[in-house]
C-alpha cells in the first residue's frame, strides 16, 4: 500500500519543521544531522540519498517537497534526475541474484510514488529534454516488471504531457492578450473616441467586477510553478551579471506575468479614472472602483484590492482635488487603512490570517479564496532566503532554513489550488485583460486637462509633455 499524499496545508505544523521525520541511526551518521526528530541540516549527497526509497523506506512527503524546491539552489534538477535514477540503479544492481524480482515488487510502487509526487508538484522541471529522458528511462526500468507498473508509468506521462500542453497554451493566449492590448493602444492614439469605451458601460456592478477580477488572479496563480520562487533568486554569476550561475534554468515566466498584471490593473484604475472630461463622472468612476476594492477584500482577493488602492494613489489620480472633493471617501480610507504599509503590513497581515483560518474550515469554494498581496509574498521569500546561509560553516546544505522556505510556498500551493466559484462573464474579462491603458505621460496629460496644473512644476511638466 502506497503512502498516501495529504493536503498541502496538514504538511507543515505551526513551527514550519516537519515532526514526522523518524530518526534511523544511519541516518545521523550517514551525513545528516537531526535535533529533537528534526533534519536540520546534511551534506547534499546524505540529501539525495534521503530522497530515494528503498525495499524498506519511503520518504517523509514533506521532504521531497523541501527538497525538490530547494535542491535546485545547489544543481539543476535534471541533475538531480541522474543521480536519483544511478541510486536507483545501484540498489537493483545490488540487490542479491535472484531477488531482483524482489526487489522491483518493493521498491517500484515507491520510486513510482516519488516520480509522480515529482512530476505533479514541480512540473515545468520536465520542460527540459535530459529531464524527460531521465524520467523516461526511470519509468522503463519500473514498467518493464510488470503490467499493472506500465499502466500506471503510462497515466503519469499523459498526465505531465497534459500539464505541459497546458501552460504552453496558457503562455500562447498571454502573448495574444499582449499583442491585441498593443493594437488597442496604437488605435487609442489615432483615434481616442471610437474605441474607447469606459468600464462602467462594460459592467456597472461592482460586485460582478470583482468577481471578474478574481477569474483572473486564480487562474494566473494557479500557473505558477512554486520553483519560480526559488529560481527568482538563483544568484546570479559574479563574472557576468546577465547570466545566472544556472544559465538555462528558467522555463517558465508565470510569475512575472502575474506581476505584470498587477501594474497594468493599476494602470486601468487610474486611466479609467483620469479619462472622464466631467468631474462628476470622474467622481462616480472612483465611488465605483472604491465599491470593487471593498468587494475584493470580502472575497479574500488582495492582490486586486492593492492593485486598484495603488491605482488611484498615483499622482494623476490623487492631485483631482476637485473630483476627490465630490466623492463620499470614508469607504476609502478603511480600505487604505487595511492595507496601510506601516509596521511591516500589520493590518494586512492580520487581514490574510483570518482569510486563511477561514478558508481551512470552509464548506465551499467562495469561503476558501485566498489570494495574497502578491509582491509583499515574493519580498518575504526574499527576504527569508537572504536572511539565511544556504550552506553552513561545515559544508552542510542548512535544511532548517528549507524548511522555512517550503512552509511559506506550501501555503501558496493550497491557495492556487482554489476553483474560482463566480460564473465568467467574458465581455467583462476582455476588457479588463486588453483594453488599452495610459503611460505615465498620458496619465499626467489627461489629469493636467481635467484639473489644470496649480503650481511650476505641474506647469512645466504640462508643456513638455504637449
Partial sequence: KMPQTPPFAAMFDSSGCNRNLYQTKEDNCGGLYYHDNNLLSGSLEALIQH???NVDYYPDRTY??????SSRLFMHPYELMAKVCHLCTEQQRLSEPGLDKNWTQKTAPKILQLLTEW?????YDFRDERMMRNLKELAQRIASGDEMYRKNVQQLLQSLIRKLAAVTEYEEVLAKIDATSTDRLTLLK???QSIQRDIITVCNDPYVLAQQLTHIELERLNYIGPEEFIQAFVQKDPLNNDKSCYGDRKKTRNLEAYVEWFNRLSYLVATEICMPVKKKHRARVIEYFIDVARECFNIGNFNSLMAIISGMNMSPVSRLKKTWAKVKTAKFDILEHQMDPSS??????TALRGATQRSLTAHSNREKIVI?????LIKDIYF????CANRLPNGHVNFEKFWELAKQVSEFMTWKQVECPFERDWKILQYLLTVPVFSDDALYLASYESESPENHVEKDRWKTLR
Avoid: C
Avoid at 512530476?119 to 512540473?123: A, D, R, S, V, Y
Fill in 51 to 53: 530522497l530515494v526509497p
Fill in 64 to 69: 521531497i517537497f523541501t527538497f525538490l524546491l
Fill in 119 to 123: 512530476t505533479e508538484t514541480f512540473p
Fill in 190 to 192: 489615432t483615434k481616442p
Fill in 344 to 349: 511591516n503590513f500589520y493590518n494586512y497581515r
Fill in 372 to 376: 495574497p498581496f502578491f509582491s509583499l
Fill in 384 to 387: 527569508l532566503n537572504e536572511g
